[in-house]
């Protein structure tokens, strides 16, 4: 791997952390509006300290500046003199918003805008400008930080209590402390010796961009030793030889210049030695400013001549993703992968030779084959598998600033958040969550008001729950508020003309009605609902996923939106149907039931349309052999079996000629392979090599409605 794929690597491993940390961020942040804790403001502080390393060291400075003043404010929360303030938070938590986008657009290699971080720095000057009442009892356990402790500089500019700090490293790395005796003079600069480990390139760091850094506190002269620098043929470029005497002429507290070296601090030598312009304190090593510049020897680069870091070069190619996975899973499939090893070993001998004696032997190993292939089948798809949580993670914030602009007070519970699926699935499922909240939020909890008014607590409660059910994920989505109002949905409905005006519909097909495209009930039209966009979407989503959505509800106590899903989009837990000579799967989660039909059950509409009577309601029938021209074994429905679907809020009868067995098949693309079929979802092979086509069950609906919706406007 050359130097620049590991560095490619390395940087994306950064994003990935500065995600991990901004989310961190932002739930600690949301939990300190019940009050302040010790313990979260350090998590967050520290989360923010990476970004910001992390962002310098790859030479992100837009970063890096912006998140200091976030630091800097997280700070003084933390060491007592600034309290935890509802004002405070709100900011910070449109900081992480910011830095969010900053970092998405430096992983996208795009400029990074700095036009809202340039808006909200003013907001973080004026709330560091407050004097600010400290915390009226510090948190348990809060020590002032440690710059702060050893007497480091409070402002920009301000000479040091009591010297500089004293390290905790062993090699004095950051300098000797003083006896306490204040400074005489006014600190103007720093003298830095900075001897990194030899390793300083091995773990990306460049010492440029630290440079670069540096000059952006104020003017900056560089003077490189290359006395530990060996002859040509015996260099090593990946290891560092150099060492350098940097002069910075600003007065900048000790603690902004040592975070520069937050990176590489650990593995080198870094002496910092203050500058002062008139006297000086005792004890402290320092030379007036004129002095530092060499004699002779080489002349020290000012910073204008410092070389630019060079940005990197954009990836070719597409993004692909990445995946963590933990080590017990790794651990599995490796022990597993050993096994089938063995099984192929012991099958192996059979092919060398054979006797009729070793048949029970071969049908043992073969036993043996196909467990260790289940086992390992179901091992890979672990590593796919992830914590619900991880969308979970996103409603926090989010129910946070809604319930904040509508004026709600909302009580957000999660349950089953370690409840695992598919990658993909959660990513797509993702979307249509958020939808759905923010219609609880908007349509279905009320205001506090209204809540006392009718007998409840004011703050309304908001679940987000998952669990494991016959082979599949339950996602509900649950509020306690004011339900459906069936009523005004019928009405709503018979307005725009998508229900007759005599038509009688249970409650779930009325329910279904927020389902069809443009369709709302709301009376003004808001920036958070009310265009009728999105709940038709969310449909579609999760039926393209291979699941359906339910709603129940009951007026004034609200309402449970439950998706069904399947675990995996690479497996499909599926029913072997067969139509003639041809073999199909349908997803089991789409099949409501199995029926054999009677001749009293069937009628026709129109002379066209066949419907079967399912209980209370009336079912199309969908002729597969129809739809994908093949010849049946019979023609008459009576010979055949009705197989129940539902998809996309709506049930019809499919006739085929036979059920087979249940079983899980592998999802093969048609596209790819051939090309889009309407209708099917893809193939599966079989153990004996033919080809079994899985149905497209909400594509299967929509094409025989359409067909229908055809025959009938030429037959008027």
């Known amino acids: 791997m050359s130097i620049d794929q590991e560095m490619e690597e390395i940087l994306q491993l950064f994003f990935e952390e500065s995600f991990e940390g901004l989310d961190t961020m932002e739930s600690g942040l949301l939990t300190l509006d019940g009050g302040a804790n010790r313990e ?10 990476s970004i910001k390393g992390g962002a310098g060291t790859f030479g992100f400075m837009e970063i890096s500046g912006f998140t200091h003043s976030v630091e800097t404010l997280l700070d003084e929360m933390r060491n007592g003199s600034r309290g935890v303030t509802p004002d405070a938070l709100q900011v910070l938590l449109q900081a992480v918003d910011v830095i969010r986008e900053m970092v998405q657009s430096a992983q996208a290699k795009r400029p990074i805008v700095m036009v809202g971080a340039a808006a909200l720095s003013s907001e973080l000057l004026r709330i560091l400008a407050q004097k600010g009442a400290p915390a009226n009892s510090a948190p348990a356990g809060a020590v002032p930080n440690a710059e702060a402790a050893a007497g480091a500089p409070a402002a920009l500019g301000d000479p040091p209590a009591s010297g500089l700090p004293k390290s905790d490293k062993p090699d004095g790395a950051v300098g000797t402390a003083v006896d306490g005796t204040p400074p005489v003079g006014t600190l103007e600069g ?15 760091n460049d010492p440029m ?26 260099l090593d470029p990946t290891q560092c030889f150099l060492s350098w005497t940097l002069l910075l002429r600003c007065a900048a507290e000790h603690a902004r210049v040592a975070e520069v070296f937050d990176w590489v601090d ?10 002062y312009g008139a006297a000086v304190p005792a004890g402290v090593p320092s030379r007036p400013i004129a002095e530092l510049a060499p ?19 954009p990836k070719s190619g597409g993004e692909s993703g990445s995946l963590r996975v933990a080590t017990e899973k790794v651990d599995a499939l490796i022990n597993l992968v050993g096994e089938l090893v063995i099984t192929q070993s012991m099958l192996g001998r059979f092919a060398e030779k054979y ?18 292939t289940r086992e390992l089948q179901e091992s890979v798809l672990q590593i796919r598998m992830l914590p619900i949580g991880f969308s979970f993670n996103r409603f926090p914030r989010l129910v946070h600033d809604l319930s904040r602009k509508l004026g709600k007070k909302v009580d957000l519970k999660l349950s089953g958040e370690n409840t695992e699926l598919d990658k993909t699935v959660l990513e797509k499922i993702s979307d249509p969550l958020v939808h759905l909240v923010r219609n609880a939020l908007d349509h279905g909890l009320e205001s506090p008001e209204a809540r006392l008014a009718a007998g409840k607590s004011d703050t309304g409660t908001l679940e987000l729950n998952a669990f494991h059910e016959g082979g599949s994920i339950v996602i509900e989505v649950k509020d306690d508020g004011a339900g459906l109002n069936k009523e005004r949905i019928l009405a709503k409905a018979r307005e725009r003309g998508l229900v007759d005006a005599d038509a009688q519909l249970s409650d779930d097909n009325i329910y279904n009605l927020i389902f069809v495209a443009g369709f709302s009930t709301a009376d003004t039209i808001s ?22 959505v339910q709603i129940l509800s009951a007026p004034g106590r609200g309402s449970t939106i439950r998706i069904r899903l399947p675990l995996t989009l690479a497996i499909l837990e599926g029913q072997m149907l067969r139509v003639g000579k041809e073999i199909y799967v349908a997803s089991l989660v789409s099949i409501i039931e199995t029926v054999q039909s009677k001749r009293e059950d069937l009628s026709c509409v129109a002379g066209r349309t066949e419907l079967f009577k399912h209980r209370s309601d009336f079912l199309p029938i969908i002729r597969l052999y129809d739809l994908f021209g ?22 019809v009868a499919m006739l085929v000629d036979e059920l087979l067995a249940q079983q899980q098949v592998v999802i093969k693309s048609l596209e790819t392979n051939f090309k889009q079929v309407p209708g099917l979802a893809g193939a599966t092979i079989h153990g004996d090599g033919t080809v079994a086509l899985i149905l497209d069950v909400p594509g299967l609906v929509r094409t025989f409605l359409e067909r229908q919706s055809m025959q009938v406007g030429r037959a008027a």
């Not at 720093?190 to 990306?204: A, G, N, Q, Y």
């Not at 006797?355 to 260790?372: G, K, V, Y």
């Not at 093949?630 to 049930?651: C, F, H, K, Q, Y």
Request: hydrophobic content about 40%.
């Open 190 to 204: 720093w003298r830095i010796v900075f001897e990194p480990d030899s390793s300083l390139f091995k773990t990306c």
């Open 630 to 651: 093949i010849e049946p074994d019979s023609r008459d429905i009576t010979d055949g079996l009705l197989v129940v679907l539902e998809a996309e809020g709506r049930r």
């Open 527 to 548: 920036d958070v609902s009310g265009r009728g966009v999105g709940m038709d979407v969310v449909r579609r989503n999760i039926n393209d996923l291979g699941g359906h």
């Open 295 to 313: 004699a002779g020897g080489p002349r020290p680069m000012t910073a204008a001549e410092v070389p630019a870091a060079q940005a990197s070069a």
């Open 355 to 372: 006797e009729p004696q070793d048949i029970e032997s071969l049908r043992r190993s073969l036993a043996q084959l196909t467990r260790n």
């Open 266 to 275: 650990a593995n080198s030598k870094i002496v910092y030695e203050p500058i």
């Open 209 to 234: 961009r630290i440079f670069d850094e540096l000059a952006n506190l104020g003017p900056l002269e560089v003077e490189v030793n290359t006395a530990k620098l060996p002859h040509f043929g015996e």
């Open 40 to 49: 979260t403001i350090n998590t967050i502080f520290r989360a923010a300290h």
